[in-house]
């Protein structure tokens, strides 16, 4: 069961546990992390979801996806190289640990 680490932009840290399989941006919902808003429920179809992969971690996820994430993205406010969606960020046994840290506001 990974656990992850999410950062707020004001820099509180929510750490949750979270079932393998599961996306990121469900650990958030199911944990009420703030700032993870989730409004389309999942499908790369909003960027309410929008986090910036710790350094030592984006080799592991991979950037945005091509296609809807990477344009999900890149309509995002404050839009980096590290930017993902937690929903297309899937939880494994390899990311437990993993720092995600949460823009100002998700757009």
């Given amino acids: 069961m990974p656990k992850i680490t999410f950062i707020s932009s004001k820099d509180i840290r929510y750490e949750v546990d979270a079932a393998s399989g599961l996306s990121a941006m469900q650990a958030a919902v199911d944990n009420a992390v703030p700032g993870i808003d989730a409004d389309c429920g999942g499908n790369a179809a909003c960027g309410t979801c929008h986090v910036y992969v710790d350094a030592a971690w984006i080799g592991k996820t991979g950037p945005a996806r091509p296609g809807s994430e990477l344009q999900m993205v ?26 995600l840290r949460m823009p100002q506001g998700q757009h």
């Fill in 74 to 99: 890149q309509l995002t406010d404050d839009s980096r190289a590290n930017s993902r969606l937690a929903c297309q960020i899937t939880l494994s046994d390899e990311l437990d640990g993993m720092i």
